[in-house]
């Protein structure tokens, strides 16, 4: 297969360069593109990490069979040659946006003087469609003086002059934080909200457009900025957030990215995803150099960086960098957080990204990889996607970046939950949601609602920080976050409940079939028929125990029905006989000479010393079955989220 899809990526590289020779339209087409086999879904996701020299631009990528992706693409023939490829491909084309520039213009086009360049004026050549201010503020709280267009698309210049503004009005509970400057020497500003205190308090970071594109998330760290001063003193509970805590709010992380695409209505310039560093040139495939500028400042913290989901190809859309950190707008947020006063003082990192109506948390380098406190971080997604849908209907789904969309390393949010430790760490990718055309060009008329209810879900983490820094503020609440740490979701519970069943059943069958078949082989023969087989198979790392590329699904892999049988004189079973016996007790398994070691159940058993002692991954006795010295290899890993299969949770705690 991963030579039918690189003859065929040849083909359209092939075709395209002499398409490129060829006049075709100055328009842009939006495409539906949706794989109907593992094939056509390699293909498509090549054609992502190659799509530099297709001339591509992936809105979206694919996460699994028959999920959609959205790829611009240039009218004309280099459209109709990539239809013709992808469809011999047995991949599905259907036109979402059949002229990008017109909806541009239809969504965003505007006569307001704060456009810069020669684009300063968008035509409106259609007074019916155009896209007119969204007047109704009735949702936006009122501040003196302070005004910024909610309705409407605006500058840089305007955001900065409107969180200055509120800064001089209202110098009690709002600062102005430079966290840094641009290629182009811009100042990335935010604002600090927080009553003064005596002591230091915990914060909360908030970011937005962090990708030029996406202007719909500025907008919206905007509308958070707005309502919590206007909301001070007024709201009881907004109230209590500036006073327990401090918010640092950067609208734009990308001020030099998101200024060049307002400066024309052109797709391939409004579409801009990158920064604006300088050009790196680099060997061309047909002689001669190219160069290319922009770094995708989401592919370049230090998580992972330069794995899946980025490119060392300075011409693509996901280019990472030189090397991790390497811009400054990346090395402004690290260094800001790291300086003495915001050490160890965040709870909550928030980075709002558009579009799709996704509510992401960690991690999203790789499928089905999670953190230690994953329950916490579900059940508080859990309530704040629930809580966004009561405002208008709008319904989001949650998970990681890698399961939900594609995988993606080197992202803020990743690094923020890794190298920071902050306990929720979301990355929200707001309206509008991937079913529907117009992507990133979002409507005037929908970016009040889109804060309101992005505000409105964004509470439910404040409220979790809250309760997280004051359990006893309320019994009941305590008592739920007590009861919800390090926990899983109850359709997983119920899930290994039945795989437990499914174990003990076949255990049972396979103890039957033992004593009605006569063993004649010795106690040597059966060593090393035993010591044949596990050679046989390969030893593999634990951490590419991922879905199957090749497969047609993206399910993660089956453990075994049965826990596998061990040896208990292995070097990494190191409990006591005792304890042993105590196990194998709770778990209903007769005593033999060999230990078994089960994997992940929803119960947590009194035999072990840490009473949140529980697996975090399926997978865990599935590792163990292919190879047999993954807790030594893996130490800090297996303890980290195999600790049952292991037993780390006895007497490698006390040692440790």
Known sequence: MRYLCKSILLAVHTILLVCSAEPSDDKYALLHVSAHDAQSLHLIKQL?????????????SPSSISDKADIMVKRGKPERMLRQILSFANVTISM???????????????????????????????PILDSEPDLDLTKVGTLKKAKYPFGDYASYADMVKYMRTIEFYYPRIAKIVRIGATHEGKPIEGLKIGARSSHKKRAVWVDGNIHAREWASSHTALYFINQLVS???????????VDTLDFYI???????GYEYTRSSPIPSVRLWRKNRSPEV??????????????????????????????????????????????????????????TPDMKDRLDAFVTLHSYAQLWIYPYSHEEQNYPEDIGELRKTARKAINRLSRVYGTNYRMGTGADTLSPAAGGSDDWAKSALAVKYVYLIELRPQMELSNGFILHKKELIPTAVETFEGFREVVDAVLVLNNPTSSASAASGASNSRKTISDSQMRKQRMRLLASQAARSTQTSRATTTTTKMTTTSEAETTSAATSSKPSRHFDRFT?????????????????????SSTEFSTTTEEEAREIISTSSISSRATTRFGF???????AFLDPE?????????????NNKQVCEEQQSFMRAQCAYTCKFCTSFIKRH
């Not at 770094?295 to 230090?302: G, H, K, P, Y």
């Not at 199957?548 to 826990?563: C, Q």
Request: charged share 25%; hydrophobic share 25%.
């Open 48 to 60: 992502q990490l190659n799509d530099y020299k297709y001339d591509l631009d992936f809105w979206k």
């Open 96 to 126: 979402s946006v059949p002229d990008v520039e017109k909806l541009i213009m239809r969504n965003e086009g505007t006569t307001s003087k704060s456009l810069m360049g020669s684009f300063s004026k968008w035509l409106h050549d259609d």
């Open 231 to 241: 909301g001070y003193g007024e709201d009881p509970q907004i109230t209590k957030y």
């Open 250 to 256: 950067v609208p734009c992380l990308n001020p030099d």
């Open 281 to 338: 040139c680099r060997p061309s495939l047909w002689g001669g150099e190219k160069c290319c500028q922009g770094v995708d400042l989401n592919r370049n913290f230090r998580f992972h960086w330069a794995e899946r989901g980025s490119s060392y190809e300075p011409c693509s859309n996901i280019y990472h960098g030189e090397e991790v950190f390497s811009e400054p707008e990346t090395k402004a947020i690290r260094n800001f957080l790291a």
């Open 547 to 567: 879905a199957d590329p090749n497969s047609s699904t993206r399910a993660r892999p089956t453990p075994p029905m049965a826990p596998p049988i061990m040896s």
């Open 600 to 606: 992940y159940t929803a119960t947590k058993p009194s």
């Open 613 to 625: 002692c529980r697996d975090m991954r399926y997978s865990c006795g599935f590792w163990l079955k």
